[in-house]
């Protein structure tokens, strides 16, 4: 009987495998008891040896608790997890992991955990008490891109076994793209789960640093962020400050929604100063300015919508190449608004929805050959770099100021004259623009004319990827007011209109105008017709040699000419018709450098 009673209490010892040590206890009353002391002898010694093994490492139900969680883990998670070492104390009920690594498949990243320690209560039996997981060095890295997030977060969901209590120090969460990456540091999450697929996380987040084409920006966080997940439905809520030194600062705010609308998460933007934060990007150009307003933040994080409401005040623009190094070109406008829509879709791309800079009055071309005022409202949409636009403009003010050339020796003439606005948006990569451009007043002071342009111009402007130059196409016409002649002797009026098709290059536009003037008391008419890279003049009326009027138009003067004044005139002569002209007194030479056409009729 009594190896039987040994028996039978060395068999009950392994509980101490499950309460611990503190089963010996149980021991104690049997000592008092002469029939059942061998027992109670037994599975007190029995207790100490299991209690000792245990802390020793070999307790064999903490090992099939230990993998009866990582098999939990894997069902939640996608793989196994990995540990560097394993600790679990059955009387307390908690077992504690430490360098817990495990990858996610689904969503292209990975998870570690410097600390993870898990508390079910004693004997790890779970139903004595809402579980408690604690953690400490949390960092989870994913693809932005990937399309498995919604199946991996309802994988969490139906894995989840009852309700849990989650507390977490020091995260690092990181979203992946390949122009795109976040970086969230979170001092501390606390939140539960209900047993029902039900998740709710409370937020302390520290730092947001967001990387743009290798550009980081870290912004400072002050508050909460509150997540939740349930019934396949993700919700963010979020209370915070955001700053960025020297560049912004802000207060983020609202519940993230799939859809814009009223009572979303909005961006309160307090500041944005425009040009630290360009100068992170580039070098050649810079952006003056400060903007403030409201960004609308809709969607999902792999899809997230930035809906713009903001005013822009102190703009300005320098592009040192295309400005030719003078500050005194760049584009100024005192207040603009900048609304419409950014897309980031998957951390790979960025798209502009009807993204739109509206200039009320401003700086539209600042070449001091040509200048213009007035109005602009530009609209552009597509995925960068491939943008397509509309730009709508009022040119209420602006002048010519570049001459009328046809020598051979003269690099520069009207013809060649462009709005410097054009090389600006031949520094996009690909652009595709269509324009719309109500010329009001441009003053027209191009020697030997003068007067004023007015007229309505459409076309387009398409850059294409690779190339360096932009195709300009233009229709519509300009209509000259006012205009005067002067050259040498020759003074009088001309009027008439630049017809430009979209068919040809803009220096191929047609001229159709009338001159009305004298050269002395010899009346002068001329019909202007052909193009402006090749006009023909075609003279009426003429009761004189050709050589003989040109002659005139050269050298008449009712007084006469000083030697400074002649001087004057050779020069005039040399830089609108060329050398030969100004050699030989008859500016109607000019046709031999091929750029002008000359008739003559009686």
């Known amino acids: 009987m009594g190896d039987i009673s040994l028996v039978f209490g060395l068999l009950l010892s392994p509980v101490a495998f499950v309460f611990g ?77 430490e360098n817990l690594a495990v990858n996610l498949p689904e969503i292209g990243g990975s998870a570690q955990v410097v600390q993870l320690q898990l508390t079910t209560g004693p004997g790890f039996v779970w139903p004595w008490g809402t579980p408690k997981l604690q953690g400490r060095g949390l960092r989870v890295v994913f693809d932005g891109a990937s399309n498995g997030l919604d199946k991996f977060m309802s994988r969490l969901e139906s894995a989840q076994g009852g309700e849990l209590d989650v507390s977490l120090e020091s995260i690092e969460l990181v979203v992946r793209g390949p122009s795109v990456e976040a970086a969230v540091l979170i001092n501390s999450a ?19 640093e967001l990387k743009l084409w290798e550009r980081t920006h870290r912004l400072q966080l002050a508050g909460n962020a509150a997540f939740s997940r349930a019934g396949g439905r993700t919700g963010l809520t979020v209370d915070m400050k955001v700053v960025d030194a020297d560049v912004m600062m802000g207060y983020l705010h609202g519940e993230l929604a799939p859809q814009p609308g009223p009572g979303g998460l909005v961006f309160t933007l307090d500041s944005l100063e425009l040009g630290p ?32 409401d903001l005013e822009v005040t102190g703009y300005e623009y320098f592009h040192r190449a295309v400005m030719a190094l003078d500050e005194t070109r760049a584009f100024k406008v005192a207040n603009a608004t900048l609304s419409g829509g950014v897309r980031l879709k998957d951390g790979a791309s960025v798209s502009l929805e009807s993204l739109r ?148 290059p803009s220096y191929e536009a047609r001229l159709n105008g009338v001159l009305e003037g004298k050269a002395g008391d010899t009346k002068v008419q001329a019909e202007i017709a052909g193009t402006l890279s090749l006009p023909f003049v075609t003279f009426t009326g003429v009761d004189m040699a050709p050589d003989r009027l040109g002659n005139k138009i050269a050298t ?43 008739t003559f009729k009686p």
Not at 277 to 295: E, K, N, P, S
Not at 362 to 384: E, I, K, N
Not at 463 to 473: D, F, H, I, S, V
Request: net charge neutral; glycine share 10%.
């Open 277 to 308: 934060l360009w100068a992170r990007y580039r070098v050649i150009d810079t952006y003056q300015g400060r903007a403030r307003g409201a960004v609308h933040v809709s969607g999902t994080l792999q899809n997230l919508l930035l809906g713009l």
């Open 21 to 97: 040590g503190y089963a010996a206890l149980l021991a104690l009353p049997g000592v008092f008891l002469a029939r059942v002391r061998p027992a109670a002898f037994a599975f007190f010694a029995g207790t100490v040896i299991c209690a000792g093994l245990s802390m020793a490492g070999a307790n064999p139900y903490a090992a099939w608790v230990r993998e009866t969680t990582l098999d939990r883990l894997e069902q939640a998670l996608g793989a196994r997890p990995e540990y560097s070492s394993f600790e679990a104390s059955v009387a307390s009920g908690e077992m504690h992991f």
């Open 190 to 208: 606390r939140g539960k789960t209900d047993g029902e697929g039900g998740i709710s996380v409370l937020v302390s987040a520290r730092q947001l």
């Open 357 to 504: 800079l509206a200039l009320p009055d401003g700086t539209l071309c600042t070449d001091p050959a040509m200048g213009a005022q007035g109005s602009a409202m530009l609209t552009l949409d597509g995925t960068y770099p491939e943008l397509r636009g509309d730009l709508v403009a009022q040119v209420t003010s602006g002048r010519l100021r570049r001459g009328v050339s046809w020598s051979p020796v003269n690099a520069s003439s009207i013809i060649d004259c462009q709005p410097n606005v054009i090389a600006v948006a031949e520094q996009f990569s690909s652009l595709a623009l269509k324009y719309d451009i109500d010329v009001q007043h441009l003053d027209l002071q191009c020697e030997p004319l003068s007067g004023w342009l007015t007229g309505k111009l459409t076309g387009t402007l398409d850059k294409q990827p690779g190339t360096r130059q932009a195709a300009l196409r233009v229709d519509g016409q300009l209509e000259l007011k006012d205009g005067k002649v002067d050259l040498c002797a020759l003074q009088g009026q001309i009027s008439g209109s630049i017809v430009f098709s979209p068919r040809d």
């Open 556 to 598: 008449w003067s009712s007084e006469p000419l000083s030697k400074l004044e002649q001087a004057q005139r050779a020069e005039v002569l040399t830089r609108v018709c060329g050398p030969a002209a100004a050699m030989g007194n008859n500016p109607f030479l000019a046709h031999k450098a091929g750029r002008v056409s000359f």
